[in-house]
């Protein structure tokens, strides 16, 4: 990894999803050619939703361009990634495919410059195709499935005027200290929730959300294909209840649009994973290798019949081959699980394996344990064979003493007896096994 450069003050972040590699080439490109004023005090980072594309080797081989990896991570949650991999005080985060005014980066240095410890978030007016026709704002309304429609304050007008507070706007362009970040919600799946929520969150912070009418953006329209539409109210729902912000109005949306039936059953399943006792943890990881697609159906099959389906995640395991490539392998995916815990801020994950099978009253039973967990300083947590819980008081300690290559680990794994024994003499004090069992393996 290239160090960020000496005078570096910020970070602009270009978020790819949907292989829109093309797109964040021409992003980064123009930052460079466009803004060269600007050059020495920022890093460009490309958050990567979609690093298996076929267009992503290009990018990864461009010197001047930060790559960050992300394609255990989608939709909302790479905004917030992009922010938290940040090595600088300010963040400028942008959609791949945005072009920024000439000027536009600059000023927004020396309004960094200006406001040492600022709390707010900014952001900036659209431009349409025609560089003429200003979008400052969205208007809180739905308009089919989407949260807000487009609004022009007359004080966006004037590029020199000064900022003004606004309610919401796209996040396509969005620009904060990475010190006053408030985070998504880590379970947000999709894409479409985050407008109103972010901005809800900055306020309730005592923060503002500011226009500033120099950093005009423009961009090229979006092809992404249209989401779920249930996983888009239920990310909603979800973003909505966290932020204090009340769902009557989503939902007598959602039925004007889809029907009584849908949106009862999308509050049912909401109900339910918000009841259920894994939705304790910030994450829940199921740990399968790429060549067993038949195991992950099969554990599918038993979360679902656990009422878990929509918490639990598959997570792909790190095949090793030889005779120690089982424990090798077994170590490095748990690392990975928690190296993507930590860059994504959370506090503790579970970790799974793909053979784990659960008692016959496990959610009681994890329930309970779950109780007297919480009034503990716990660092490990092993729940029964096949899942084990990390705390993010160790992730750091995992991380530096744990090697993150394959022969490295054959050595470590050989050393150490393996992750399990690793965990049992460095983490004694916080190490807590669960009775009775509330899982088994094989």
């Not at 470590?412 to 190490?431: Q, S």
Request: hydrophobic share 45%; net charge negative.
């Amino acid at each position: 990894m290239t160090p960020a450069p000496p005078a570096a003050r910020l970070t602009v972040a270009v978020v790819v999803r949907d292989d829109d590699h093309d797109g964040a080439y021409f992003t980064a490109l123009a930052l460079r050619l466009h803004h060269p004023e600007a050059a020495g005090r920022c890093e460009l980072l490309l958050a990567d939703g979609d690093p298996g594309g076929p267009a992503a080797p290009a990018l990864r081989g461009l010197p001047w361009l930060r790559h960050v990896s992300c394609d255990q991570v989608h939709g909302s949650a790479l905004r917030d990634l992009a922010v938290r991999e940040a090595r600088t005080e300010w963040v400028l985060c942008v959609d791949s495919g945005t072009l920024l005014a000439p000027g536009a980066l600059a000023r927004l240095l020396a309004l960094a410059d200006a406001r040492p410890g600022a709390r707010d978030l900014f952001q900036g007016p659209l431009l349409d195709d025609d560089l003429r026709a200003v979008r400052t704002h969205l208007d809180p309304v739905f308009d089919g499935s989407s949260f807000g429609t487009w609004g022009c304050d007359p004080r966006g007008t004037d590029p020199d005027a000064p900022p003004f507070e606004i309610g919401m706007q796209d996040l396509g362009l969005f620009a904060c200290r990475r010190e006053a970040w408030p985070g998504f919600n880590p379970r947000l799946r999709g894409h479409g929730a985050e407008e109103g929520y972010l901005h809800k969150k900055y306020r309730a912070a005592g923060a503002r959300v500011l226009c500033l009418p120099f950093l005009r953006w423009t961009r090229r329209a979006p092809g992404a294909p249209a989401p779920d539409p249930g996983a888009l109210w239920r990310d909603r729902l979800l973003a909505w209840e966290e932020a204090g912000m009340a769902v009557e109005p989503v939902l007598d949306h959602c039925r004007e649009v889809y029907g009584d039936a849908a949106v009862d059953g999308w509050v049912a399943e909401r109900a339910a994973e918000r009841a259920h006792a894994l939705d304790w943890f910030d994450a829940v990881l199921c740990v399968n290798s790429d060549t067993e697609p038949l195991r992950w159906v099969a554990a599918a099959r038993r979360f679902r019949r656990l009422g878990a389906d929509a918490i639990v995640r598959r997570f792909p395991a790190v095949t090793v081959s030889g005779d120690d490539g089982r424990a090798a392998g077994h170590a490095l995916s748990h690392r990975r699980a928690v190296e993507q815990a930590r860059r994504r801020g959370l506090s503790h994950v579970l970790v799974l394996e793909d053979d784990v099978t659960f008692h016959p009253d496990a959610e009681a039973l994890l329930r309970a344990h779950l109780d007297e967990l919480a009034e503990r300083r716990w660092t490990v947590c092993r729940l029964g064979g096949g899942a084990v819980a990390y705390h993010g008081r160790v992730f750091d300690r995992l991380l530096a003493e744990i090697p993150a290559g394959e022969g490295d680990m054959r050595v470590w794994v050989a050393a150490h007896g393996g992750l399990e024994r690793y965990c049992d003499r460095r983490f004694r004090e916080g190490l807590v096994s669960v009775a009775p069992a509330v899982t088994a393996q094989g």
